[in-house]
């Protein structure tokens, strides 16, 4: 097999330590040589100097945790061309595995040309989506304390989620930091609701007699007191985020406006998907590359002629996550391509499949509008019955003769004709 790379090596990155193994290739003889390194930054430079002084040019690792990140860092500063390898697709032939044998079998890999590298963001994208991540952890996190509110208020028998649709909106905080400060009579509870209520002072006195111990109102205020912090956690990180964006390029705020144009995206989706997948699209060949790396199609799963799984594959989680909460935002635009093709798939498949599908509709749109720099044009809601009049056509008059008619119809065009 050609070699491409004779001088290179491959690195098990592990928490505490770093092995590594030199493949040389000489005179076609080969040489190998393994050492390994402490993951101390001291430690790892004298894993650079190491590979420097081989005259290594490339070097492979695999994606570890966050394990692998530190020696990314210390490694980028050389010259080296670094080679981020999916575990899953580097594993070795069965036999003994140990740690010397893993960085060897890598670097054998890697000088064929058989790693497939991993798409690893530039620094200043990789803090970005540091920060949008954080953002999403805490918003879930707020979310199981809004859970717990509602749980507490359930044991207490206060039916505040029967009659308001937002617990902490200001009509149900307004409320609940009453019930908390020791206020017990539901027509003054009642009477905190603030804005449009659609329940009436009526129901809204039935809902608010409980009974309210103590231990209730403590739990309360401690859930309160944690989503506040979180709240003041979320700000923090919009405010790094803006400070983020002020510092990108010109090319990267236009990008966020063109994925603004999406029926669902809205602009805080737009830099979540820049910073998951960038905004240069040369490093996906076509779309359908793109769709499969976001985990978006079924995975490839067929034993003697048979497909025994079309199940999504797992990959790329927190794009996966945006994809579809802008997806269900879209399908709620009305008149729209993306609701249409929604509803006609819905029918046959299931909502979740075809949600799915419209997420993958939304990130083919936004890698053509990346590669081509221009704005979303929607197909319309007729889009599928202009491109399918013929089965259209067939399908209606299947279902006729499956109910035992006979039918000849001719259109008006005649190149449109079907008959029976």
């Given at each position: 097999m050609q070699v491409l790379y004779p001088r290179c090596a491959g690195l098990d990155v592990h928490k505490d330590t770093v092995v590594a193994c030199v493949r040389v290739m000489e005179g076609g003889e080969i040489k190998t040589e393994v050492r390994t390194f402490k993951t101390m930054t001291s430690q790892l430079l004298e894993l650079s100097d190491w590979l420097s002084d081989n005259g290594c040019t490339h070097v492979a690792m695999e994606a570890s945790g966050v394990y692998w990140k530190c020696v990314w860092a210390v490694l980028s500063d050389d010259e080296f061309t670094l080679v981020l390898a999916n575990a899953a697709h580097v594993k070795n032939v069965p036999g003994r595995k140990t740690d010397v044998n893993d960085a060897t079998w890598l670097a054998e890999l890697?000088?064929?040309?058989?790693?497939?590298?991993?798409?690893?963001?530039?620094?200043?994208?990789?803090?970005?989506?540091?920060?949008?991540?954080?953002?999403?952890?805490?918003?879930?996190?707020?979310?199981?304390?809004?859970?717990?509110?509602?749980?507490?208020?359930?044991?207490?028998?206060?039916?505040?989620?029967?009659?308001?649709?937002?617990?902490?909106?200001?009509?149900?905080?307004?409320?609940?930091?009453?019930?908390?400060?020791?206020?017990?009579?539901?027509?003054?509870?009642?009477?905190?609701?603030?804005?449009?209520?659609?329940?009436?002072?009526?129901?809204?006195?039935?809902?608010?007699?409980?009974?309210?111990?103590?231990?209730?109102?403590?739990?309360?205020?401690l859930h309160l007191q944690q989503i506040d912090a979180i709240e003041t956690a979320i700000d923090a990180v919009d405010k790094e985020v803006d400070a983020h964006l002020r510092e990108k390029l010109n090319s990267f705020r236009d990008a966020i406006e063109l994925l603004k144009s999406i029926p669902g995206v809205s602009e805080l989706s737009a830099i979540t998907f820049l910073s998951e997948i960038g905004a240069d699209m040369t490093r996906f060949p076509t779309a359908g590359h793109l769709v499969s790396w976001a985990g978006l199609c079924?995975?490839?799963?067929?034993?003697?002629?048979?497909?025994?799984?079309?199940?999504?594959?797992?990959?790329?989680?927190?794009?996966?996550?945006?994809?579809?909460?802008?997806?269900?935002?879209?399908?709620?635009?009305?008149?729209?391509?993306?609701?249409?093709?929604?509803?006609?798939?819905?029918?046959?498949?299931?909502?979740?499949?075809?949600?799915c599908a419209v997420a993958?509709?939304?990130?083919?749109?936004?890698?053509?509008?990346?590669?081509?720099?221009?704005?979303?044009k929607d197909l319309g809601p007729q889009h599928f019955q202009r491109r399918s009049k013929h089965t259209q056509a067939r399908r209606l008059l299947r279902s006729l003769e499956y109910l035992g008619y006979a039918v000849q119809i001719t259109s008006l065009a005649p190149e449109l004709s079907v008959s029976s």
């Amino acid at each position: 097999m050609q070699v491409l790379y004779p001088r290179c090596a491959g690195l098990d990155v592990h928490k505490d330590t770093v092995v590594a193994c030199v493949r040389v290739m000489e005179g076609g003889e080969i040489k190998t040589e393994v050492r390994t390194f402490k993951t101390m930054t001291s430690q790892l430079l004298e894993l650079s100097d190491w590979l420097s002084d081989n005259g290594c040019t490339h070097v492979a690792m695999e994606a570890s945790g966050v394990y692998w990140k530190c020696v990314w860092a210390v490694l980028s500063d050389d010259e080296f061309t670094l080679v981020l390898a999916n575990a899953a697709h580097v594993k070795n032939v069965p036999g003994r595995k140990t740690d010397v044998n893993d960085a060897t079998w890598l670097a054998e890999l890697l000088a064929h040309g058989l790693v497939r590298s991993s798409f690893v963001p530039d620094p200043s994208s990789q803090e970005l989506r540091n920060l949008l991540r954080t953002r999403k952890q805490l918003v879930r996190e707020r979310s199981r304390h809004v859970q717990r509110v509602q749980k507490t208020l359930e044991e207490a028998n206060v039916k505040l989620a029967s009659v308001i649709s937002d617990v902490m909106g200001r009509s149900g905080r307004a409320i609940i930091e009453a019930i908390i400060k020791g206020e017990t009579d539901a027509a003054k509870l009642a009477g905190l609701a603030q804005g449009r209520v659609r329940a009436s002072q009526t129901e809204l006195t039935e809902a608010l007699r409980g009974r309210v111990t103590k231990n209730h109102r403590f739990l309360l205020k401690l859930h309160l007191q944690q989503i506040d912090a979180i709240e003041t956690a979320i700000d923090a990180v919009d405010k790094e985020v803006d400070a983020h964006l002020r510092e990108k390029l010109n090319s990267f705020r236009d990008a966020i406006e063109l994925l603004k144009s999406i029926p669902g995206v809205s602009e805080l989706s737009a830099i979540t998907f820049l910073s998951e997948i960038g905004a240069d699209m040369t490093r996906f060949p076509t779309a359908g590359h793109l769709v499969s790396w976001a985990g978006l199609c079924p995975k490839s799963d067929q034993s003697a002629g048979k497909r025994r799984s079309n199940r999504l594959r797992k990959s790329a989680p927190w794009l996966k996550t945006a994809l579809v909460q802008s997806a269900w935002a879209a399908v709620r635009a009305k008149g729209t391509y993306l609701q249409a093709q929604f509803h006609r798939l819905r029918a046959r498949r299931g909502a979740t499949k075809a949600i799915c599908a419209v997420a993958s509709s939304i990130l083919t749109a936004i890698y053509h509008m990346l590669k081509d720099g221009t704005f979303y044009k929607d197909l319309g809601p007729q889009h599928f019955q202009r491109r399918s009049k013929h089965t259209q056509a067939r399908r209606l008059l299947r279902s006729l003769e499956y109910l035992g008619y006979a039918v000849q119809i001719t259109s008006l065009a005649p190149e449109l004709s079907v008959s029976s």
